[in-house]
């Protein structure tokens, strides 16, 4: 693992729902749940999961106005409780890892790399998912959009996230999926991979990564790669 010795001391962050996990049929499950507890056509999947990325209470407002519902924003926020009752309860029914996170995982953190999840998903749902399965602890931290001053695409939550396991920004990486996690890596001014089999509106490629990932398979080397290059100091 001579090759990967530069990851001794960085910090990878990474984005949950879409890029560690494929937790998309269980997020369209709970909004289907309430959309159809009120009496609503349920969401399309593959019309629902490009909206992933911008957070669930986005996502159970869009079914609501692709159903017609009258006023979906207050609807949203009336029935956003009833959608996280169900989707605790059910938060690991299908999710799963994507192929080979876990191995890609173990491979960091072996090498020396703290790893910290930065979500835009409240922190004890995120917690609640990794601990289903079995992956919390391959993490030295998890920030949630409800524990930062600001959520991604603001750069105060990834900034914030290293902050929380005493990383060093210089030597940070960024894992995503989206332009959430593009534009807060962009701002802090970190290295940036994204997975090209994510939850994204715009396709992950226009969003111009240092990596663009097809696999789990090849992060490890990505990282190694692109620290490498990076400068030794920056603001921690």
Same mark, same amino acid.
């Given at each position: 693992m001579a090759?990967?010795?530069?990851?001794?001391?960085?910090?990878?962050?990474?984005?949950?729902?879409?890029?560690?996990?494929?937790?998309?049929?269980d997020l369209m499950g709970a909004v289907n749940a309430v959309l159809r507890?009120?009496?609503?056509?349920?969401?399309?999947?593959?019309?629902g999961r490009p909206y992933i990325s911008r957070g669930a209470r986005w996502l159970l407002q869009r079914g609501l106005e692709a159903a017609g519902a009258t006023d979906p924003e207050a609807r949203t926020a009336a029935l956003f409780g009833r959608f996280i009752t169900h989707y605790r309860d059910h938060i690991a029914d299908e999710s799963q890892p994507f192929p080979g996170?876990?191995?890609?995982?173990?491979?960091l953190r072996s090498a020396g790399a703290t790893l910290v999840v930065c979500t835009n998903k409240p922190t004890g749902l995120s917690r609640d998912l990794l601990a289903k399965l079995d992956m919390a602890g391959l993490?030295?931290?998890?920030?949630?959009?409800? %524990?930062? &001053?600001? !959520?991604?695409?603001?750069? #105060?939550?990834?900034?914030?996230?290293?902050?929380?396991?005493? $990383?060093?920004?210089?030597?940070?990486?960024?894992v995503g999926d %989206?332009? &959430?996690? !593009?534009?807060?890596?962009? #701002?802090?001014?970190?290295?940036?991979?994204?997975?090209?089999? $994510?939850?994204?509106e715009t396709p992950a490629a226009q969003l111009s990564?240092?990596?663009?990932?097809?696999?789990?398979?090849?992060?490890?080397?990505a990282c190694a790669h692109l620290l490498a290059g990076a400068p030794s100091q920056g603001v921690t």
């Open positions: 090759d990967l010795d530069v990851l001794n001391g960085a910090t990878i962050a990474f984005d949950l729902d879409g890029t560690l996990v494929d937790s998309a049929p507890g009120e009496g609503y056509r349920p969401l399309v999947y593959e019309a996170a876990i191995a890609a995982l173990t491979t993490f030295h931290g998890v920030v949630g959009i409800d %524990a930062v &001053t600001a !959520a991604k695409p603001d750069p #105060a939550h990834l900034i914030e996230a290293v902050q929380a396991v005493d $990383g060093n920004l210089g030597r940070t990486i960024m %989206a332009d &959430t996690d !593009a534009g807060a890596a962009r #701002a802090a001014g970190t290295r940036l991979i994204l997975v090209d089999f $994510g939850y994204t990564p240092d990596v663009l990932l097809h696999h789990f398979d090849e992060l490890p080397r």
